[in-house]
């Protein structure tokens, strides 16, 4: 497998405002996922795009997949307080997600 | 509460001493991870398992850890004479292929400090 590397690894924002988060690889990817930590807790699952997708959306979230340039990014739109927390994002080379690798990730912080 | 349990959530130990995490997945989960997460970091990977199976072991994981899942269910990581270098968040997952997402749940972490 291989790692993410999250940008910016910060943000700060105010409610209400989006939030965009960048991820970049380094080899071929089958697909890549995102994931969301808030403080002390264990990682949530937000979103997977397959490496034939180009745009993905869930809810409030935006994800885009790039394969040319081996990155993705993840909007968050209309932000919450309630979106504080760590991203990351873990691309998969094998298809079959038994190894994920994370980078530092972004903090983001929504100011209410 | 049908997700990924952990116990215990904290757990403070002097240097040397043994220490054993337990991890029970979500029950139709065949696989399932091991991860570690220190402050300011991502999870690293240390270990997975396909029902009973220990298929992959990251090099992270020396000689002085050890994981089981001997029925295929819940399972259990020990770390044996502990070092200060092993305070982190211990991190366990699950996932199905057959649900046909890639998507790991995880767990709440067992925190691990070593004094």
């Known amino acids: 497998s291989q790692q993410g590397e999250e940008d910016p690894q910060a943000l700060s924002i105010q409610e209400g405002e989006n939030a965009t988060m960048n991820c970049s690889y380094k080899?071929?990817?089958?697909?890549l996922q995102w994931y969301r930590q808030n403080s002390g807790r264990g990682l949530v699952h937000l979103i997977l795009?397959?490496?034939?997708?180009r745009e993905k959306h869930s809810g409030r979230l935006r994800v885009t997949l790039d394969t040319s340039k081996k990155s993705s990014s993840l909007l968050i739109t209309a932000s919450r307080a309630a979106d504080t927390a760590s991203y990351f994002c873990?691309?998969?080379?094998?298809?079959?997600?038994?190894?994920?690798?994370f980078g530092s990730g972004t903090q983001l912080t929504v100011l209410p | 509460d049908t997700g990924v349990s952990q116990d215990p959530r904290h757990k403070i130990t002097k240097r040397g001493q043994n220490v054993t995490f337990r991890c029970d997945p979500i029950?139709?989960?065949?696989?399932l991870y091991w991860y570690r997460q220190t402050l300011g970091q991502g999870p690293e990977f240390l270990t997975y398992?396909?029902?009973?199976?220990?298929?992959?072991k990251s090099r992270l994981l020396s000689d002085r850890f050890s994981a089981e899942r001997p029925k295929g269910s819940f399972s259990t990581l020990e770390i044996q004479r502990t070092e200060q270098g092993d305070s982190a968040m211990y991190l366990c997952?699950?996932?199905?292929?057959?649900?046909?997402?890639?998507?790991?749940?995880f767990g709440p972490g067992t925190r691990l400090t070593v004094l």
């Open positions: 997952a699950s996932s199905s292929r057959a649900s046909g997402t890639d998507e790991q749940f």
């Open positions: 080899t071929s990817i089958n697909n």
């Open positions: 795009i397959r490496s034939n997708e």
């Open positions: 873990a691309p998969d080379s094998s298809g079959s997600a038994r190894q994920l690798t």
């Open positions: 029950s139709e989960h065949n696989r």
């Open positions: 398992f396909q029902n009973e199976a220990q298929l992959e």
